[in-house]
């Protein structure tokens, strides 16, 4: 795991940590789910789940991106925090309400928002919502993350395309990833 620091929101006392990992299993994964604590000298000060994964299925040696959600984290100090993760996962395949990912074939930033397109190259018909998930960097540093979702939500078939504006809400971010996923009918 590779984490960026933590993100505390002004006036809420949440925060999100964003991170990168790897599916280091023989096979392929779907519906990563991660929880975690932040802990100092050993006594936990939060704990908090993840609001998705990029991508929806993560093959054998694949990274991914993800982040975790902390409600409080007015107990956690600017240094000296560890983290530590616990992952859930499903097989990935084309079962119903598994979470699918979609190829996205545009992503550009205008400067105030991430703009594009994403298609469904499954080969099966998929159901939204749609979540589109931002992941900025600075140099190889990740930096920060963001969940939104694209403007359809309904049902789309194999080769349909959906389209996304995900505002940056003045967060830099020069260099991205995005990944787009929905769910198989």
């Not at 100092?40 to 993840?50: D, E, H, L, N, R």
């Not at 990935?92 to 190259?121: E, F, M, R, W």
Request: net charge negative; proline share 4%.
């Amino acid at each position: 795991m590779a984490t960026a620091p933590l993100e505390k929101t002004d006036g809420m006392g949440s925060g999100t940590l964003t991170f990168a990992f790897r599916n280091n299993t023989a096979a392929s994964i779907s519906h990563v789910d991660f929880t975690g604590t932040a802990s100092v000298g050993g006594k936990v000060v939060a704990s908090g789940s993840s609001q998705g994964t990029v991508p929806a299925q993560v093959k054998s040696g694949e990274a991914g991106f993800g982040y975790l959600y902390f409600e409080d984290v007015s107990s956690v100090p600017e240094s000296g925090v560890q983290y530590e993760f616990k992952a859930s996962t499903s097989p990935a395949d084309t079962s119903s309400y598994n979470s699918a990912p979609l190829d996205v074939t545009q992503a550009d930033n205008n400067g105030k928002s991430i703009i594009g397109t994403a298609v469904n190259k499954t080969g099966e018909p998929l159901t939204g919502p749609y979540s589109v998930g931002v992941y900025c960097f600075s140099g190889d540093t990740l930096t920060s993350s963001t969940l939104d979702y694209a403007t359809e939500s309904g049902d789309i078939e194999a080769d349909a395309t959906v389209s996304f504006s995900h505002d940056l809400y003045d967060t830099p971010c020069d260099t991205f990833t995005v990944g787009v996923s929905g769910w198989f009918k």
